[in-house]
């Protein structure tokens, strides 16, 4: 295939430079929205009077038929072009002859790569939130099932506090839902149309870029022509929410990890989320919230890989922008592929409250309690958790929980105790009396669920 730019050269590209300089490999995927913004881009030079409004319905008609055919397995992707632009160009050209030659009046390669990728990263973000409500659901259905479940909570990894398992899974729900507002942010901005900023300079002819940033659906148009072409910091941006997801993910998968081990079980996911081992019959590995987070370090460093490529380029486009494709489209596949296996698994985990109740019984996870119990009978906090730390100090001399411990042993360490301590120190009590906003209390857990719900409608 010549390549459009072939005048300027006396012989043709060496075979290995031309396959390491090609990109249709990658940005083949961008097919759709190529067409789309080349669409728009003549019914621009059309109204504009640049291309008669005939030669522009024309070609629109036939980019309409290749995208169709493309569409339909009648029209293979030729991976002999260089970029899907010059695909979709030599295909234009061949169906209309000169006619397809003139599409790219008043435009480059510049700005057309970079209004495409906004354009597919715009189409992704929404799919990707609605990956995450889904996952968001999903947590909100275990919370419903689950707002009487008490488990330990944990700082350090230590028991430390009763809550609900509603209440810990529903923070989850939390982080996921400012992710799906980190993507909407990063959209706003990135929805800017750099359509018709050329190659670098804008163009000599008196096109109308408003005209073609409203056609495709953009807020406005990139104000600066250079800008416009050269950078790429809304991939940064939409990597950096995604990573912040991924980052979600893996802290999540690390819990479901732990808490399918024997030596939790507080949770069993279902057979058809789990591997077993080719060697140990009674293995039922939790292989998929592994994978995701291994692949956490995957869209990390997608991330890191665009801003090394970027930190030092000299405006305005330079050939190593091509890079960018590679690192976007991964994370955004991987990012895809861990919600839609995250969501199912999630919803299809099996928990068990027995496990966790029993757990939540040792620890001494009251203690807190405990003190606020001595303190709201005028002790000091700081006294009431200097002697609360030598009862508990007592129970592990005689290998007893605070709940089993006499009055008698109790009024050793202060005669403000009296016989309602024991309920003040149940589970129950210290999940439902923690009546603050935001707590684990099982008010405080159903304003959550409802806040998530609000967010996925």
Known sequence: MEKMWAGRFAKALDKKADDFNSSIATDKRMYRQDITGSMAHAAMLGKQGIISEEESEKIIDALSVILEDIEEGRLDIDLEAEDIHMFV??????????????????????????????????????????????????????????????????????????????????????????????????????????????????????????????????????????????????????????????????????????????????????????TGSSIMPQKKNSDMAELVRGKTGRVYGDLFALLTTLKGLPLAYNKDMQEDKDAIFDSVDTVKACLEIFAPMVETMHTIPENMYNAAGKGFINATDLADYL??????????????????????????????????????????????????????????????????????????IEYLENTIK
């Not at 939130?129 to 488990?151: G, P, V």
């Not at 005028?378 to 605070?402: H, Q, S, W």
């Open 375 to 448: 303190a709201k009978k005028g002790m000091p906090f700081r006294t009431a958790y200097k002697t609360v730390g030598e009862i508990v100090a007592e129970c592990i001399d005689k290998n007893t929980v605070l709940d089993k411990l006499t009055l008698k042993e109790y009024k050793a360490h202060s005669e403000l105790f009296e016989d309602d301590l024991y309920n003040e120190i149940s589970l129950e009590t210290c999940v439902e009396k923690r009546i603050s906003a935001g707590g684990t209390g099982k008010a405080s857990v159903m304003t959550q």
């Open 89 to 274: 160009e030599s295909v234009l050209t061949k169906r209309l002859g000169d006619l397809g030659k003139k599409l790219h009046t008043a435009r480059s390669r510049n700005d057309q790569v970079a209004v495409d990728i906004r354009l597919y990263l715009r189409d992704e973000a929404v799919e990707i939130i609605s990956l995450i409500k889904k996952l968001i659901s999903a947590i909100i259905l275990q919370a419903k099932e689950n707002t009487n479940a008490i488990m330990p909570g944990y700082t350090h990894l230590q028991r430390a506090q009763p809550i609900t398992f509603a209440h810990q899974i529903l923070a989850y729900g939390m982080m996921l839902s400012r992710d799906i507002t980190r993507i909407e942010d990063a959209v706003k901005r990135m929805n800017y149309s750099p359509l018709g900023s050329c190659a670098l300079a804008g163009t000599t002819y008196d096109t109308d870029r408003y005209f073609e940033a409203e056609k495709l659906g953009f807020s406005g148009i990139t104000l600066n022509s250079i800008d416009g072409v050269s950078d790429r910091d809304f991939c940064i941006e939409l990597m950096a929410a995604f990573s912040t997801i991924m980052m979600h993910l893996s802290r999540f998968s690390e819990e479901i990890i732990l808490w399918s081990s024997w030596e939790f079980k507080f949770i069993e996911l279902d057979d058809s989320f789990t």
